[in-house]
């Protein structure tokens, strides 16, 4: 199993991002997906979920609104749509399997930053 993030950066407050993860190693359309993120010396959390093959979504209250999670299963991807970026926000996100916040470094991919600040 193998997890690629991409589409982090700078960016000032209120302004968006897009970041994409493309998965190898399992049959994508038949798992749940899940954006986190982890910001110095805090625990990873969940940010977004979105079930197999692409129905319900659930959002984590910090970012309800602001926040949308896709799916392409063709492309294997699951893509992180992010506005109205706030300060609070800067984190390294990560995409993997629902219910990992607390899997050791190895079942994880290198994830992508995201850093607000003006």
């Known amino acids: 199993v193998l997890f690629v993030e991409s589409g982090g950066g700078l960016v000032q407050p209120g302004g968006s991002l897009r970041l994409s993860c493309v998965a190898s190693?399992?049959?994508?359309?038949?798992?749940?997906m899940t954006w986190y993120r982890q910001s110095p010396g805090k625990e990873r959390e969940e940010v977004a979920t979105?079930?197999?093959?692409?129905?319900?979504?659930n959002y984590a209250d910090f970012v309800k609104g602001r926040f949308t999670i896709s799916r392409d299963n063709a492309k294997r991807t699951v893509d992180l749509q992010m506005n109205f970026l706030q300060p609070e926000d800067t984190a390294k996100y990560y995409c993997?399997?629902?219910?990992?916040?607390?899997?050791?470094?190895?079942?994880w991919g290198q994830g992508t930053q995201v850093s607000v600040s003006s």
């Open positions: 993997n399997f629902p219910g990992r916040e607390d899997y050791p470094d190895k079942y």
């Open positions: 190693g399992f049959t994508f359309s038949s798992y749940s």
């Open positions: 979105i079930g197999d093959p692409g129905g319900h979504t």
